[in-house]
């Protein structure tokens, strides 16, 4: 049986945008335009002039934007990078396929790194600290750095799912050396399989990240370093350039259904929400994801299953508890506790009203029985 509310999407959105987007295909496909050309610049224009900063890479995901980054700002072997635990594995194994050793510390209330943790975790072997901006809600990246600045450490910005949100009215991936986006289809914009972009204010690091995503080729004949193949494919370039323009639109949804599940689920003692959206806020968040917090949260999405809500547990067991990442030697009890209790509710655009207050009933309903 289909659920009444899935988790995402695919299917409406496409029928939706359905003549735009053969539209799209046609035109890439019947020019055979296929590596690296106009549709990539163009998206690497707009999201970068987006960002309010002078470069964009398109990659050929989010994961290797944040790998190609800390490459290019010569991250490697006996080096230390701070990062946390409550994230997608990426942002820990791109710091290890770098040669460097990831440190996790943990996370405050609101999922994102606990700056007050940051000062302690650094070494003399400390490089560079890793903020992964989680649901489209940025770190306190005025606190982050300030102490990466008195510690002379490169900040690297794993804003995959953060694109569009500000702090202090600066957004996402614009306070660093350099940032890593995803464009994975379920992101609150999304191609039609991987894709990603870097981003940099830094025009030798912007050089570098383009030597490595195209087997470090400078020109046509010459190769100057052992590079990768990880170019953003310019079909999904040129789709994601075609959803962009909805993408103002797209996030002010994401922030009424947020409110909605505010309103409707305010009040239930054993839940606790995320930070509202708010106007005034230092923080403007574009929740790419809704995430509640239950003690009896694995009985809950069970409930929601058969109540035929689709539900995402993002992290059910932490990387520290996985022994074939060594990883072990760290206590990180707020991520603990949030693998147990975090669950993501349906959110994005396509989400009408009625599916909303479906979700909302459903839940009330659990803490009713």
């Known amino acids: ?98 040669g460097a050793t990831p440190v996790l510390i943990d996370i405050g209330e609101d999922f994102n790194m606990n700056v007050d943790l940051l000062e302690a975790a650094i070494t003399p072997r ?3 600290v ?18 990466a600045s008195a510690h002379h450490l490169i900040v690297i910005e794993d804003a995959a799912q953060a694109l569009g949100a500000t702090f202090d009215g600066k957004k996402a991936g614009s306070f660093g050396l350099a ?12 191609a039609y399989g991987d894709a990603g972009m870097a981003v940099a204010n830094d025009e030798e690091i912007d050089h570098r990240i ?40 797209w996030i002010e949804r994401r922030r009424e259904i947020a409110m909605m599940y505010q309103e409707g689920l305010t009040g239930i003692a054993q839940l606790k929400l995320p930070p509202p959206p708010e106007t005034g806020s230092r923080y403007f968040d574009t929740y790419q994801n809704y995430v509640i917090q239950a003690p009896e949260r694995d009985k809950l999405a069970t409930f929601l299953k058969d109540a035929g809500v689709e539900t995402l547990i993002f992290v059910p067991k932490p990387y520290h508890f996985q022994p074939a990442l060594k990883l072990s030697q760290f206590r990180l009890p707020i991520t603990e506790r949030v693998a147990g209790e ?7 655009p396509e989400l009408d009203n009625r599916q909303v207050e479906i979700v909302v009933d459903s839940v009330r309903k659990f803490f009713k029985r």
């Open 126 to 128: 400390t490089r560079a």
């Open 1 to 98: 049986m289909p659920y009444k509310v899935p988790f995402v999407n695919y299917r409406k959105y496409y029928r939706i945008h359905e003549e735009e987007i053969k539209a799209t295909l046609h035109r890439v496909l019947s020019h055979g335009d296929l590596i690296l050309r106009e549709d990539v610049t163009k998206l690497e224009n707009s999201i970068s002039g987006y960002l309010g900063l002078r470069y964009g890479v398109g990659t050929n995901s989010g994961t290797d934007a944040l790998y190609l980054s800390l490459l290019a700002a010569g991250i490697g072997h006996g080096d230390e990078v701070v990062t946390v635990g409550h994230t997608f594995l990426a942002t820990i194994a791109v710091i290890v396929h770098c």
């Open 130 to 147: 890793m903020p992964v901006h989680l649901n489209g809600r940025l770190c306190d990246m005025e606190k982050l750095i300030s102490v």
């Open 179 to 190: 940032a890593g986006f995803s464009f994975y289809p379920a992101k609150s914009l999304g």
């Open 210 to 249: 383009r030597l490595y995503r195209d087997h470090g080729r400078e020109t046509k004949e010459d190769f100057v370093l052992y590079g990768f193949n990880s170019r953003l494919d310019n079909l999904q370039a040129a789709i994601l350039n075609m959803k962009f323009k909805y993408f103002p639109q």
């Open 342 to 348: 975090a669950l993501s509710l349906p959110m994005y």
